[in-house]
């Protein structure tokens, strides 16, 4: 993690005496802190991965979904080692691939810049559906989160430890679970969100007799059918930041819930965040 993020030096961390871990909190600043908490907390996942569970939990992993986590946490990722002694922020940092620490990329004129969750039309919901896919062990986790005109969380669900061959079922089933979750779906105008484009497509064609997931995509064509009125969306990742994280929570921790009218706190700070930029904007 060293490599990724700015925390403390290794003899910080070894026992002095029982508040080695509050002394240590304490000498350090605030982004650093919650940093350490996060390692911490991963560690323990670890440990009860070790003895409660299956063990497969992997430190490679861990570390992958570390940085993943931060990034949609909107934490600050700093590099302690640059050449000149700056800190640059670090765009994108892969455990497989330690050489990608770099600063972000500019702007470039015709290109489309990333986009926050917007809201759906009067008299609509708006379902964003995401998935965390484990090709390791070949199993995914999914969550969807169902929002009002006013960015109002209306349900929201996940679960994990699905089995799966890759990505798009993976997606696909996400999909699947947004529909299925609707409480009275034949009155429902529904519009249906994935940053995947080749689910997206597929929802879209319908006819889909030749794919190897055609059975996922008749029961989404069938549920979509018995809407009021329905549209299934390709949006970018940054725009799916909730159901990104809610698909994280599943597969890391998993817990597999159904909530209603509230979230996790961790994916209700990206819903507040995106409810505040929503009210700013319309003022």
């Known amino acids: 993690m060293r490599k990724c993020w700015d925390i403390p030096d290794e003899n910080m961390f070894r026992f002095s005496g029982p508040d080695w871990l509050l002394i240590l909190l304490d000498g350090i600043d605030n982004e ?23 063990g497969k939990c992997t430190i490679k992993g861990s570390a992958t979904f570390l940085n993943q986590y931060t990034r949609d946490l909107n934490l600050n990722y700093t590099s302690c080692n640059s050449e000149k002694g700056k800190r640059h922020i670090i765009s994108h940092c892969s455990v497989a691939n330690e050489s990608v620490m770099t ?12 986009k926050q969750w ?16 484990d090709s390791e062990n070949s199993i995914c986790s999914i969550a969807c989160i169902c929002r009002d005109r006013l960015g109002r969380v209306t349900w929201a669900c996940n679960e994990s430890n699905i089995k799966c061959f890759d990505v798009p079922e993976a997606e696909a089933r996400a999909c699947l679970l947004g529909l299925k979750s609707v409480h009275d779906i034949t009155g429902a105008s529904i519009i249906l969100e994935s940053d995947n484009a080749l689910v997206i497509e597929a929802i879209k064609k319908r ?58 706190s961790v994916v209700g700070k990206i819903v507040e965040r995106e409810s505040v930029k929503l009210i700013s904007d319309v003022i």
């Open 207 to 264: 006819n889909q007799k030749q794919s190897r997931l055609w059975k996922l995509f008749e029961d989404i064509n069938f549920l979509s059918d018995t809407c009021r009125r329905f549209e299934a969306t390709k949006i970018e990742r940054e725009s799916n930041s909730a159901a990104h994280v809610l698909a994280d929570v599943a597969r890391f921790s998993d817990l597999c819930y159904f909530w209603l009218g509230h979230v996790p």
């Open 103 to 114: 600063k972000p990329a500019a702007p470039q004129p015709g290109k489309t810049q990333c």
């Open 32 to 54: 650093r802190r919650g940093l350490v908490l996060l390692l911490l907390w991963r560690c323990w996942h670890m440990r009860n991965d070790a003895i409660h569970d299956k």
């Open 118 to 133: 917007s809201p759906p039309p009067e008299g609509w919901v708006k379902i964003n559906c995401d998935a965390s896919y």
